[in-house]
């Protein structure tokens, strides 16, 4: 699909406006925040039509954010849009972005998505066409981006997902791009150290039959652990928000599972991982970049402890762009930045570094600056861009010790 918006045209915008302001008149809901690098907000940034208008001192170049500020993967969206905001605070205490030649302040207005795919084209349509972002930045969980991109595609708006894995999402259209890896790749990673680190031959697999990432990933592990030489002696499908795992698990414990794979995100892999160990299920538990939240811990303690998980990038790895990054936004906000923080902050940074190369916020020409993004030296590594808009990175696996994950092992792609 290719852009039908004459990019940058403002003209196209405002016709399409009118169905973005139904969409949220319908919903009745404006769960939207604005925030300014800094706080001596001074000047407004007004858009046509738009609600009250983000206010940044001397801001002018404003782009959206589309998240799960709250709901069942309320870290997920708070983290991304803490990283973002990290990005936007220091390119502006470096005086902003170079257009060329004119240094231009960023403001930032980020939306709620609650985590759900039926919010997301409503959001992204408001960012798009009443606050008129010059980019949009999100979603985290792939069936969420799946359902704002064409919104962004449609409006010749740039969006970089940081860190949806499920390789359908940038191929919605050449608007559309990431700065993670991708699922193949992760179950790969995760098949990998299962078979050759933990060296286990029976794996079982339980997983969310309704999220996009969820049912990629378990298709990806169980075709490489197999390769591998491994058996899958099991496959069971939940639900999210499921209260009772325990028919599911119960169905899992007799077929002499050595490991459990659970591709899902951190609130159901908590609960799942306490009803596991209630019902004597002691075998490690493995799992994607989905189970990464302090939540995770949190919610699970004892019954997640010594289990695996594949990410973007571990907080204890001494390399100087993680350390320095961990020190900047535990300094900010107060804890130790998870895969997502890191994640929203490279993507923000790459869409910076594309606006100064491109010399202007225009869509299509910002497009073609994102799309050359080489080597650029991320938090979670170096990101280049690829002609399918993904980039091509190694993976970390993490073991869960003391409530916190802890690198265990490398996987390059
Ligand atoms: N990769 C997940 C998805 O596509 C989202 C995610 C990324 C979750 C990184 C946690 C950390 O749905």
Known sequence: MHATARPGSSLARRILLTVGVALVALTGCDNSSTSASNNKATGANPAPGAQPAPVVAGGDILIGHYGSLTGAEATFGISTDNGIKLAVEEINAAGGVNIAGKSRKVALKSEDTEGKPEKAGTVVTKLVTADEVVAVIGEVASSVTLAG????????????????????????????FRVCFIDPFQGYACAKFAAQDLKVKK???????????????????????????????????????????????????????????????????????????????????????????????????????????????????????????????????????????????????????????????????????????????????????????????????????????????????
């Open 149 to 176: 991109a064409p919104v962004a595609q449609q409006f010749g708006v740039p969006m970089i997902t940081p860190s949806s894995t499920n390789p359908q999402c940038t191929a919605i259209g050449d608007m559309i």
């Open 203 to 413: 794996a079982a697999i339980l997983f969310d039959q309704a999220a996009a990432y969820s049912v990629g990933l378990k298709d990806e592990f169980e075709k490489n652990f197999t390769k591998m030489g491994g058996q899958i002696v099991a496959v069971e499908a939940y639900t999210k928000g499921e209260a009772n795992f325990n028919p599911l698990l119960t169905k899992i414990r007799e077929k002499g599972a050595e490991l459990l794979f659970i591709p899902g995100y951190y609130t159901d892999v908590a609960n799942i991982a306490l009803q596991a160990r209630k019902l004597g299920m002691t075998m490690p538990l493995l799992g994607g970049d989905g189970w990464d939240s302090a939540d995770l811990a949190k919610n699970g303690g004892a019954a997640i402890e010594g289990s695996f998980y594949s990410n973007h990038y571990a907080s204890d790895q001494p390399t100087p762009e993680i350390q320095t990054f961990v020190k900047k936004y535990k300094e900010k906000f107060g804890e130790t930045p998870d895969g997502l923080a890191a994640l929203g902050y490279d993507a923000a940074r790459v869409l910076f570094d594309a606006m100064q190369r491109a010399g202007t916020t225009d869509g299509s020409k910002l497009r073609d600056a994102i799309a050359t993004t080489k080597d650029f030296k991320g938090v979670t590594g170096s990101i280049s861009i690829n002609e399918k808009r993904d980039a091509v990175k190694p993976a970390v696996i993490v073991e869960m010790k003391g409530g916190k994950p802890v690198f265990r092992a490398r996987v390059e792609p």
